[in-house]
């Protein structure tokens, strides 16, 4: 039981670069989310999935994408990379969107972006 | 605008001693409290508070919410090197849509 894995777990890529994070819990949880986090701002809400097949925006949306390809897995991509997109980025998953489950994360990616 | 307010945010203390890290917040509709400890890498799950007085405890590890005045307590007695981390408050509303927001952490340090 793996419990939620992240790949890369580093990445540098200059600007304008485009690339996606992978994500995937073993887990049979219905929703996933992708978080950034920055020095002194916290865990900030990227996308989440409540269940498969659906989407959501969350805090930060602008400049990311998401697919949620199966009930596994959870992929969030960077079309065009900006320096602002430098981050650590964790995944996380839930039995179900309702507040009353606790998250559980992935391990993160530190993402560079020059 | 929902906001998750930690305090302080730091904090250095010797082994043995007891440490009282707080949370306070304002959100509409409010559904759970969270405490998660981050050392390196991944947040790992603590607590999840739903209702005001009950004491959830684990170990030397204790939390406490206050629907009322709004704030959550988390207690840790006896301190430990091991315990030196990032404790972040997360608090859960749905609103129209849903959402988690995160204070930004107390980082505790234990000296041995």
């Known amino acids: 039981n793996a419990g939620v894995t992240q790949t890369p777990k580093f990445q540098v890529l200059k600007t304008g670069q485009s690339m996606t994070l992978q994500c995937a819990q073993d887990m049979n949880h219905n929703s996933m989310y992708w978080y950034r986090q920055d020095p002194g701002m916290g865990l900030r809400l990227i996308y989440y999935?409540?269940?498969?097949?659906?989407?959501d925006k969350g805090e930060v949306p602008n400049g990311y994408n998401v697919s949620r390809l199966n009930k596994r897995e959870f992929s969030l991509r960077l079309e065009s990379a900006a320096p602002s997109q430098t981050s650590v980025y964790f995944c996380a998953s839930s039995l179900w969107a309702s507040g009353y489950n606790e998250q559980f994360f992935g391990p993160g990616t530190r993402l560079t972006v020059l | 605008e929902d906001k998750v307010v930690q305090s302080p945010l730091s904090l250095v203390v010797h082994e043995g001693d007891t440490v009282t890290l707080n949370c306070s917040y304002e959100v509409t509709n409010f559904r759970s409290l969270l405490w998660y400890k981050q050392e390196k890498k991944a947040p790992t799950f603590l607590f999840m508070l739903?209702?005001?007085?009950i004491e959830k405890k684990s170990g030397r590890l204790s939390s406490i919410l206050d629907k009322k005045e709004l704030f959550s307590i988390l207690n840790i007695t006896a301190t430990q090197t091991g315990d030196s981390a990032v404790y972040l408050c997360?608090?859960?509303?749905?609103?129209?849509?849903?959402?988690?927001?995160f204070g930004t952490g107390t980082r505790l340090k234990v000296l041995a």
């Open positions: 997360a608090v859960a509303s749905s609103s129209g849509t849903y959402k988690y927001i």
């Open positions: 999935s409540a269940s498969e097949g659906t989407t």
């Open positions: 739903t209702s005001s007085g």
